[in-house]
């Protein structure tokens, strides 16, 4: 059985990804699909910027389903939109945030958050709660890089990450370490052989590669999501938005 996986990465920016960038993760049985919003904000790192990528996040899972997606994957750490998808659809919409923290409270008994910048830290205690995972919460650090400049010196980024990444471990006693941007794809292996030389070995949850292979794994084992905790909302007047199926 083949998994056609379907990754929304809920900005306008396409310099921040593409297909490209996660065409690695295909195999002879598991496609995987991008689409970027049309209308939205250029990066999300506030509730401001996730309350913009909402209404085009939404229609994009409603359009994947219709064009064949077994499966739906956000593109954010903030996993804006996560619950609206879910009702909309029939498949399995996963958000990397909620699969990263459920995986890394698996492999260690803690794990801290390596993100962008300070000001995310409000949203994702929030999810934390959410998510009920605060006993396994040990802290949040920031490499102070905007999301819309990760890419401009990866070998800085790398090296601001290492940092972080001993203080989380030697300082706040984080046993697992989550990659709080999923902009930060592809940096593990080199954050990994730094790590060692200081002789540090814990897991390092690149959200992005986790959350396409749960999704998949979900798939394959005939799971989704419950229409008890995530019903189908009825058909009312909408105005100002086009959402198939939902409005009349």
């Given at each position: 059985m083949k998994t056609i996986v379907q990754l929304i990465t809920p900005i306008i920016t396409k310099e921040l990804r593409q297909l490209d960038d996660v065409i690695e993760l295909e195999r002879p049985d598991l496609e995987v699909r991008h689409s970027l919003l049309d209308a939205g904000p250029a990066s999300i790192e506030s509730e401001f910027d996730e309350a913009l990528s909402l209404p085009d996040t939404i229609k994009k899972a409603i359009e994947a389903e219709k064009n064949g997606a077994n499966a739906i994957v956000i593109d954010c750490m903030g996993d804006p939109g996560l619950d609206a998808c879910r009702e909309v659809v029939s498949i399995p919409v996963l958000g990397p945030c909620q699969t990263s923290m459920h995986l890394a409270s698996s492999l260690?008994?803690?794990?801290?958050?390596?993100?962008?910048?300070?000001?995310?830290?409000?949203?994702?205690?929030?999810?934390?709660?959410?998510?009920?995972?605060?006993?396994?919460?040990?802290?949040?650090?920031?490499?102070?890089?905007?999301?819309?400049?990760?890419?401009?010196?990866i070998s800085k980024l790398t090296d601001a990450l290492e940092q972080e990444v001993i203080k989380a471990v030697q300082v706040d006693g984080a046993e697992a370490i989550i990659f709080g941007c999923t902009g930060f794809l592809g940096c593990v292996d080199a954050l990994r052989a730094g790590l060692h030389k200081h002789g540090i070995d814990v897991p390092i949850i690149d959200p992005i590669p986790v959350t396409v292979h749960m999704a998949d794994c979900l798939v394959k084992s005939g799971l989704c999501h419950s229409k008890l905790t995530y019903p189908t909302p009825g058909q009312k007047k909408i105005v100002g938005y086009d959402m198939p199926g939902f409005s009349i």
């Open positions: 260690a008994h803690s794990f801290a958050f390596v993100t962008v910048l300070e000001r995310i830290r409000p949203l994702i205690h929030c999810l934390v709660a959410k998510y009920g995972l605060e006993k396994s919460y040990k802290s949040f650090r920031a490499v102070d890089i905007p999301v819309l400049e990760i890419h401009a010196n």
